[in-house]
């Protein structure tokens, strides 16, 4: 839409596209990164076909300076292609169609004069612009003596513009030379101009120093490392491409990737090997690129692998929307998976099937961590006899942290690139998120794939012990690994239940029996209640905290299934002090049978089938009823019948007598 106060100027604004005309040749007739007509491929001179890289949603330039620098007419021959004798003091603001644009990106002009608007108005427009334009006529001095003493320190006090362009400071500014009457530069100053606002210099130039900026250096490297698939230390041509569809869209052809690799070869020292490009050569390019006035390449490049204006990573790439319904839980998708298991087969070098220590600082150097991970993590998953994270585990701790905590898993899946490889460039599809947990216990139709285990004991029961031996791990085997005394409070480990694969969390905390279980606390797939079979007064305790929490669960909310775990059943057993055994309070409840298990040198992983059945299929909990019953009804013919056999015995013996 165009706005103005001339009828004829008006009506000249409804043909737009002679803007678009002005301002793509003023993008294209930019020189190429080796001088002369031709330039090297669509990395060095392709005009993108869409928004790709470009986050902004509009460009608004203000222009301002003195009366009678020709603000007004600059405008208006941009608008109308020829000068105009006759000029308002004043040029209603004007926009230009994103689609008659560079960078399809809608941009607003904004006029200022002083004989019409005051200076409130002025710090409003400024606050408002995105990029500042100041005007002053070569043959008038003292307009460029009122830049110095007027219009920069207003602009330098009011804190409030996001750029500038004038002549002067290099790293934030451009100064151009046009004239109005004959059309000389008009294009240019509205395509610096916005250049400035969509490619800003500063964030990755030094031009002091004449060299990339450290954060500019991180983020490429970051790219680097992401584009190098086979994590060689090198981009071939496949991985060249793989940037160069993910920045602009098309592959480069063999001709052009030949003269980018001359190019680098000739200008880099060590920025090609093995004919491909090192990570010096590839900083070389981009340096050059913002030296030949081609920082919009740059930008590019960066903006598709997410980053913003200050070269971090967009929050809405670190911190996406998504709905999770009250009961509902967070797993990793089929995407999800598979992205992982490239990330570990990736950064396997040596491919043993594990990741040893430097394979871990190698993993996690794309993050602004070098290695987040503590010894707790390696006692939470499965290893190999080294220590060592494998595969299995890897899938474990990430299925996990989606569970616990999603937003750092999202996080994380930015940093490690899986934006820049899924084609809907969404990072909710390497999660899933399940329907509420009671709509699976109505319909008794389980879809869930990872299942909490709580495990409550008092302090010394065994629980630790217990979880570690759902990742196979014995007494025996603890006492051989380092810092055992770092043993996480949380297992994962993968299952099989008829034959498809599913992950049981499990989360231990003490407590003793005057403790009160939250809601957090129950809230869960399962519970383990844990004593120590070896300690007379353990039992009591989960005795207690069933008879608290248990035996009058509310109908709004779900309640777990509960198994009883007698541990350190190596030891002695004893009887407990308490007023019936395990095995009679489990029978009064209606509960399983309860089990006991031992850690020392031989794990019963029979037990971890059952929870994950009993996490699954929460409502077959009565079938304990019936075990119960049958048992009473066995019971009592056993008994009926051995009367029976005995009072014949009796009879028989009288008449043999």
Known sequence: ??????????????????????????????????????????????????????????????????????????????????????????????????????????THIVDFS?????????????????????????????????????????????????????AGDRSGSTAVRGQARDLSNVSEVFHYAQKAVLHPSSPLYNYEISELTISAVRALHRIFRLCDLDNDGLLNDNEINFLQIRAFGAPLDKINLMEIKNLIEYNSHNGIRNDSITET???????????????????AILRSFGYADDLNIRNDLLEPNFDLKPGASVELSSLGVDFMTSLF?????????????????????????????????????????????????FLCQWSMTAYLDTPRFIEYL???????????????????????????????????????????????????????????????????????????????????????????????FDVVEEDILTDEDLDCDVIVLMYDASDKNSFETVAILYRNHFLNPSSAQFTPPVLICGAKSDRAEVKQDFEMSPAQFCRKHLLPPPVL??????????????????????????????????????????VAVSGLLAMAGFILYKYLR
């Not at 030949?292 to 930008?299: N, P």
């Not at 190698?362 to 060592?388: A, E, I, Y």
């Not at 079938?623 to 056993?638: A, F, H, V």
């Open 1 to 106: 839409m165009c706005v103005g106060n001339d009828k004829d100027a008006h009506n000249r604004c409804k043909n737009v596209s002679g803007v678009g005309g002005l301002v793509r040749s003023a993008a294209a007739n930019r020189h190429a990164l080796r001088g002369g007509g031709g330039g090297v491929g669509m990395m060095m001179n392709g005009r993108q076909k869409g928004p790709r890289g470009v986050s902004r949603r509009d460009v608004r330039i203000l222009l301002l300076g003195d009366r009678q620098v020709g603000k007004t007419s600059l405008i208006l021959s941009l608008i109308s292609e020829e000068f105009l004798d006759e000029v308002p003091a004043r040029a209603e603001e004007i926009t230009i169609p994103p689609d008659v644009t560079p960078q399809f990106v809608p």
């Open 114 to 166: 002083f004989e019409e608007q005051e200076e409130s108005e002025l710090f409003e427009e400024v606050s408002k612009a995105h990029v500042v334009c100041l005007l002053f006529a070569l043959d008038d001095l003292s307009s460029l003596e009122a830049l110095r003493s007027y219009w920069l320190p207003l602009l330098s006090d009011s804190s409030l513009w996001n750029s500038l362009d004038a």
């Open 281 to 299: 050569g590839f900083l070389f390019l981009n340096n050059l690129f913002i030296q030949r006035g081609r920082i919009e390449t740059t930008w």
């Open 345 to 393: 087969q990736k950064h396997d070098r040596d491919k043993d099937g594990a990741l040893s220590p430097e394979e871990l600082v190698d993993l996690f150097d794309v993050c602004p961590r070098s290695n987040p991970w503590g010894m707790d993590v390696f006692h939470s998953v499965t290893t190999n006899q080294k220590g060592w994270i494998d595969l299995n585990g």
């Open 414 to 508: 930015a940093y490690f690139g899986y934006m820049e490889c899924d084609s809907n460039n969404n990072s909710t599809t390497a999660i899933r998120l399940t329907r509420p947990k009671l709509e699976d216990v109505k319909s008794r139709v389980c879809t869930r794939n990872v299942f909490l285990c709580h495990v409550i004991g008092p302090e010394g029961a065994g629980k630790s012990s217990f979880l570690q031996g759902l990742l196979g791990r014995t007494v025996r085997d603890l006492r051989r690994m380092d810092h055992v005394n770092e043993l996480s409070r949380y297992a994962i480990n993968c299952l099989t239940y008829r034959g498809h694969h599913k992950y049981l969390l499990m989360h231990d």
């Open 597 to 638: 298990v031992s850690s020392w040198s031989d794990i019963r992983r029979d037990v971890y089938d059952t929870l994950l059945s009993l996490a699954i299929n929460p409502h077959k909990r009565t079938k304990y009823q019936y075990y119960y019953t049958l048992m009473d009804s066995s019971w009592t013919r056993t």
